[in-house]
Nanobody, 125 residues
Framework: QVQLVESGGGLVQAGGSLSLSCAAS????????LGWFRQAPGKEREFVAA???????RYADSVKGRFTISRDNAKNTVYLQMNSLRPEDTAVYYC???????????????????WGQGTQVSVSS
């Protein structure tokens, strides 16, 4: 049974920072990608960032230079450091995992079988 538990969401003013974490359990994740997605009200869930155990990372264009994804393989935990937050970053943030290779469809929600419950991030203007 795979479980993903996110934490760290909250309310912050524009320009501020938040850090999210996602702890994975129930499976050896060394070959799995750990990623972050977000969903704003009325919008589809969209890719934010992903990190493979070897250190490869991918980011959505909208967060490049502001967000940093990191991973602690020993703890099966992935982190998302979010800086220079904007009101348009407001969304429920989800972590996800599956065996998606670097050359695979890692930006697509259907590539991931396992999802966390989500954590709300709200950025006020």
């Amino acid at each position: 049974q795979v479980q993903l538990v996110e934490s760290g969401g909250g309310l912050v003013q524009a320009g501020g920072s938040l850090s999210l974490s996602c702890a994975a359990s129930g499976r050896a994740f060394s070959t799995y990608v750990l990623g972050w997605f977000r969903q704003a009200p009325g919008k589809e869930r969209e890719f934010v960032a992903a990190r493979w155990s070897a250190g490869n990372t991918r980011y959505a264009d909208s967060v490049k230079g502001r967000f940093t994804i990191s991973r602690d393989n020993a703890k099966n935990t992935v982190y998302l450091q979010m800086n220079s937050l904007r009101p348009e970053d407001t969304a429920v943030y989800y972590c996800a995992t599956d065996r998606v290779p670097l050359y695979g469809s890692w930006m697509v929600t259907s590539s991931y079988s396992y999802w966390g419950q989500g954590t709300q991030v709200s950025v006020s203007s």
